[in-house]
C-alpha cells in the first residue's frame, strides 16, 4: 500500500508568487489534514476534510491560504502572495473514517526568498 | 484550549542507557482524550509509535512504553535500553476520541543516542 504521497518535495518560491502543494491521501482514508512544521511554532495543525468536506479551517491563515480537495484522491493547499515567513514544511496527513491515527506523508518543503 | 507539552529536544543518552521523554497535556475541549507518539527517523515521514485511548492503560512498540495517567495528565515515554537506532525526534500528540479529529503535537525532542 502506497503511503500518503506529497509533491513536490520541494519547493522555492520568490515573494509574491503563488505555490501550491499536492496531497494523495492513502486510498480509502476519509479524512485528510494539513499542518505546518517550522522550528519556532512546531507542528501547526491548518486545516482539515472528512469525505472531501472542509471542517475545520481554525489553523488557516485567513488571508492568502486556501485548501481544497475536489475529489477523494487528492487535496491542495494554496499560498497566494508568499512571504518569507511562510517558509516552512507542509504535512499532508490522512486518517480512515473510524479513527484518529494519522499517516502522513513525507512532507514538501516551501522556501520562499 | 487543548495543548501538548513536552520535553523539547536535543536529549542525547548513551546506548544501552535508560531514556524518559517527559509529556504533560491540557485537554480543556476534549471529553475523552487519546494520547499519541509519534516519531520521526532521519529520512522518513512522520508515523505513530504508540497510542492509548483509555486512561489508566500503558501503550508499547519496540521497546518503548508509555501510561496514560489522567490524575497528572500525562504520557511520559520511557524505554528501558536504546540503542543507536532510537535516535530520532519523537511528538507526543492528543486528539479526541472518534471519527478523524486532529491531533496536537508538543514541539518533537530530538533524541540522539551515542554508541
Known amino acids: 500500500n502506497a503511503g500518503v504521497i506529497q509533491t513536490p518535495r520541494h519547493k522555492v518560491t520568490g515573494k509574491g508568487q503563488e505555490a501550491t502543494l499536492w496531497c494523495e491521501p492513502i486510498?480509502?482514508?476519509?479524512?485528510v489534514f494539513w499542518y505546518r512544521q517550522t522550528i519556532v511554532q512546531g507542528l501547526e495543525f491548518l486545516t482539515y476534510f472528512r469525505n472531501q468536506a472542509p471542517i475545520d479551517d481554525s489553523g488557516m491563515p485567513k488571508e492568502r491560504f486556501s485548501a481544497q480537495m475536489p475529489n477523494q484522491s487528492h487535496s491542495t493547499l494554496k499560498i497566494q502572495s508568499t512571504q518569507p515567513q511562510d517558509s516552512a514544511v507542509y504535512l499532508c496527513?490522512?486518517?480512515w473514517g473510524g479513527g484518529n491515527t494519522l499517516y502522513f506523508g513525507e512532507g514538501s518543503r516551501l522556501i520562499v526568498v | 484550549g487543548d495543548s501538548v507539552t513536552q520535553t523539547e529536544g536535543p536529549v542525547t543518552v548513551s546506548e544501552s542507557e535508560s531514556l524518559i521523554i517527559n509529556c504533560t497535556y491540557s485537554a480543556t475541549s476534549i471529553a475523552y482524550p487519546n494520547l499519541f507518539w509519534y516519531v520521526r527517523y532521519p529520512g522518513e515521514g512522520l508515523q505513530l509509535l504508540l497510542k492509548?485511548?483509555?486512561?489508566?492503560q500503558k501503550g508499547s512498540s519496540r521497546g518503548f512504553e508509555a501510561t496514560y495517567n489522567k490524575e497528572t495528565t500525562s504520557f511520559h515515554l520511557q524505554k528501558a535500553s536504546v540503542q543507536e537506532s532510537d535516535s530520532a525526534v519523537y511528538y507526543c500528540a492528543l486528539g479526541a476520541q472518534g471519527t478523524g479529529s486532529k491531533l496536537s503535537f508538543g514541539k518533537g525532542a530530538k533524541l540522539t543516542v551515542s554508541p
Open positions: 496527513a490522512s486518517s
Open positions: 486510498s480509502g482514508h476519509s479524512a
Open positions: 492509548v485511548i483509555t486512561a489508566g
